[in-house]
Nanobody, 123 residues
Framework: QVQLVESGGGLVQAGGSLRLSCAAS????????MGWFRQAPGKGREFVAA????????YTSNSVKGRFTVSRDNTENTMYLQMNSLKPEDTAVYYC????????????????WGQGTQVTVSS
């Protein structure tokens, strides 16, 4: 049974940093893309970043480029999202996901999802 478990969310002041983790288990993810999405109240799910598990190639959305970094640790089966220079508009529930779809910025390309972790940035 595939499980993705996020951790590391919390409350932080604007300008601060957080590191989210996504622990993956239940199958081999070597052919998968791992992604981070977020959803703010009243809004749709938004692509944040993704990393290809086997090659480590990373992608980030324009809205977080230069502030967020996605990475993975194959030995720990864990993906990370380092978030720096946080802004109030980054407030959302952050989800990790795993999939093999072609369009990594689209939620429908991902088959497995975690339960989400809340990130709140105060001004």
């Amino acid at each position: 049974q595939v499980q993705l478990v996020e951790s590391g969310g919390g409350l932080v002041q604007a300008g601060g940093s957080l590191r989210l983790s996504c622990a993956a288990s239940g199958r081999t993810f070597s052919s998968y893309t791992m992604g981070w999405f977020r959803q703010a109240p009243g809004k749709g799910r938004e692509f944040v970043a993704a990393v290809m598990w086997s090659r480590g190639s990373a992608y980030t959305s324009n809205s977080v480029k230069g502030r967020f970094t996605v990475s993975r640790d194959n030995t720990e089966n864990t993906m990370y999202l380092q978030m720096n220079s946080l802004k109030p508009e980054d407030t959302a529930v952050y989800y990790c996901a795993a999939g093999r779809g072609a369009y990594i910025t689209t939620a429908t390309s991902f088959d497995y999802w975690g339960q989400g972790t809340q990130v709140t940035v105060s001004s």
